[in-house]
């Protein structure tokens, strides 16, 4: 694959371009093409004239190994194989990832869907089994190439990237990496409290975005942050509002989520621990890709006096949640 620069990883991805490296692989583009919501990699919905449109994924250059996105499809195809309703790469040829002039690229049927209603208790359970449905294939086998969800990555390596490349205001340096300590420090009490909680594949980014929701039911889409961890990381994001509500959906989620696997209620620990290395994360991402131009227009506001004294006081009140009880279910 060919080097991109890093600084504008996407530069001459045209939409002749675009529609070139379908032809390549027998996708025959009508000219019309549509940017999907994506700032990790470049999606696009693409008619065609004697077919339905397809979705192109182009990945961001130098994130994952071609080793790390064909394990990603194969878990997907897992998946479709025992009729659980993800969205595979087609294979076009003999694979499910091409290539053309450097940039790597999937194809994929698209499928439509609305948000699901998650303040519906029947929703949440369905949501719950087919969660269930995907972690008893995830425990099946390990990755073997894509990474483990740890608190070095997203929360040291996160911490150290942002204070090394100062994106933080020197008036409040001091201050956030105090908080952002205790927060790591919090997260990991919390890991010592769950024990040893096992790990499996799982979908990694599993929020209500990925889960497209017909009068048929789900579908799940964009593993691209598949990777190893605890079961509860594909159902916390699906949580929100005060602890009586909370409580009340992650109950809903493990009725349906249990009737395909056993769910360790120790996990129900690692909540805010895993919400807060999301929150740290995030901010280290958008730090990652600030050079791509994409970015600073998406982000405007990053970078700011005011935008790191939010940060500075959600860790805070983050620090205080990971010394509550855990939810009970």
Request: proline share 5%; net charge negative.
């Amino acid at each position: 694959m060919a080097d991109r620069n890093s600084a504008a990883p996407y530069d001459g991805l045209s939409p002749d371009r675009i529609l070139d490296a379908l032809d390549s692989v027998d996708i025959r583009g009508d000219g019309r093409l549509l940017a999907l919501n994506s700032f990790e990699n470049r999606v696009y919905q693409v008619w065609r004239d004697d077919a339905p449109p397809v979705v192109t994924k182009f990945y961001r250059p130098a994130r994952w190994t071609d080793a790390q996105i064909r394990e990603e499809h194969a878990f997907v195809e897992q998946l479709v194989e025992r009729e659980i309703p993800a969205v595979p790469a087609m294979r076009l040829g003999r694979s499910t990832l091409n290539e053309f002039e450097g940039f790597r690229f999937a194809v994929y049927d698209r499928h439509g869907g609305r948000a699901p209603e998650l303040e519906r208790r029947e929703t949440l359970v369905r949501i719950g089994r087919y969660i269930g449905r995907i972690h008893a294939v995830g425990a099946l086998q390990r990755f073997e190439s894509r990474p483990a969800l740890t608190i070095e990555e997203f929360g040291t390596a996160s911490r150290d990237y942002l204070l090394q490349h100062d994106f933080l205001p020197l008036e409040l340096r001091t201050v956030w990496h105090g908080v952002v300590d205790q927060a790591i420090d919090g997260v990991r009490r919390a890991f010592e409290r769950a024990g040893d909680v096992a790990t499996l594949r799982l979908h990694g980014d599993c929020h209500g975005g990925n889960v497209l929701w017909t009068d048929t039911g789900a579908h799940f889409v964009d593993f691209d942050d598949a990777r190893s961890g605890p079961s509860i990381q594909d159902l916390w994001m699906l949580l929100s509002g005060e602890r009586s509500a909370m409580e009340a959906q992650v109950s809903a989620l493990l009725e349906g989520y249990e009737d395909f696997r056993n769910f360790d209620r120790r996990e129900l620990a690692l909540i805010e621990a895993l919400r807060t290395l999301r929150l740290i994360h995030y901010c280290a991402w958008i730090a990652r890709r600030w050079n791509d131009p994409a970015f600073p227009l998406a982000f405007p506001w990053f970078n700011t006096q005011k935008y790191w004294q939010d940060r500075i006081l959600e860790l805070r009140e983050q620090i205080a949640a990971m010394d509550e009880p855990a939810l009970e279910a």
